[in-house]
């Protein structure tokens, strides 16, 4: 297991490469999400507001 | 049958029925990225022998590659879909370049960034200036360029028109990335895969590479159809469909 880690003394550049990019990926989904959120969020509002006013 | 699916294609092209549409098709290319990025990591890490000259540094490979193709090939579909959108002004064409924009910079990204972590036990540097890794960096900055531009202009449709723009004229270095190490000598190795030889590394290795390519592929896809929803949500809410979608939600 610890030998699987090590990859031959390359740790630092494998595992550099793939947690940037598996971080990366993740992040990116993440913002993706909460952003459909807000946005959700900022329509509902809007669309409420303008139900008020035509009363 | 060509009218049947041009009819399909004008159908599809209107934001209202896109939308149910990506919405269904994300869960699938999701599902397919997950189990692709499983199988491929299994093999690569498990399956694919240490390379007899780079040791163990060489499993950049498996993700180096896919970001690297990825990059270029978002590029290519941004530039035709903006393409599309300006010059018959079709709005979803737009949306799409749109989103697909900031996937297409990530990957050339950590295509750059796994390049450096690779060339630094390879080449003994993170960075050189190389014609590949330069024309790399300049459709990173192109990506950047494009995204820039568009949030610096606040009519949505004319930022889609003057982005397109970027997007057209930026194709050009496309194949210049993709040729650059025939054309000059560079310190980045000549292609290890392409389509008129056999490819030069063992079965295991290349099949990895591929199944991650199509994973990094599927990925792609699933956040960009998410991202286009997005983008419809905020172009369209204007329109009765949208103020109801958002209303039932709640």
Avoid: C
């Avoid at chain 2, 889609?160 to 210049?176: D, E, R, Y």
Wanted: overall charge positive; hydrophobic content about 55%; aromatic content about 16%.
């Amino acid at each position: 297991m610890a030998e699987f880690f090590a990859m031959g003394g390359y740790a630092f550049y494998v595992w550099g490469s793939y947690g940037v990019t598996a971080l990366f990926m993740l992040i990116e989904v993440i913002l993706v999400i909460r952003n459909k959120r807000t946005i959700m969020q900022r329509l509902a509002r809007m669309v409420r507001m303008n139900s008020q006013v035509e009363k | 049958m060509a009218l049947q699916n041009s009819i399909i294609w004008l159908y599809f092209s209107s934001p209202k029925n896109f939308y149910p549409l990506a919405g269904k098709l994300i869960p699938f290319f999701a599902i397919l990225a997950a189990v692709l990025t499983v199988i491929g990591l299994y093999i690569g890490f498990f399956v694919a022998p240490t390379d007899y000259q780079q040791g163990e540094s060489y499993r950049i490979i498996f993700i180096h590659v896919p970001a690297a193709w990825m990059s270029m090939f978002i590029y290519i579909v941004m530039a035709m879909y903006a393409f599309i959108g300006l010059v018959w002004n079709i709005k979803m064409s737009e949306m799409m370049a749109s989103a697909l924009a900031p996937t297409g910079a990530m990957f050339s990204f950590l295509a750059l960034w796994t390049g450096a972590l690779w060339g630094k036990p390879t080449w003994g540097a993170y960075w050189v200036w190389d014609a590949r890794l330069t024309t790399t960096l300049i459709m990173l900055f192109l990506y950047i360029g494009f995204m820039s531009l568009e949030s610096a202009i606040d009519d949505a449709r004319r930022a889609s028109k003057a982005s397109a723009l970027v997007a057209v004229v930026g194709v050009v270095n496309v194949p210049i990335i993709y040729f650059s190490v025939k054309w000059w000598n560079t310190l980045h190795q000549g292609a290890s895969v392409s389509p008129t030889m056999a490819p030069k590394m063992a079965s295991t290795m290349l099949n990895a590479m591929l199944i991650m390519v199509f994973a990094f592929w599927m990925y792609a896809i699933a956040v960009v159809l998410m991202r286009a929803r997005n983008i419809i949500l905020e172009r369209e809410k204007q329109t009765t469909w949208v103020q109801e979608l958002v209303t039932n939600k709640k």
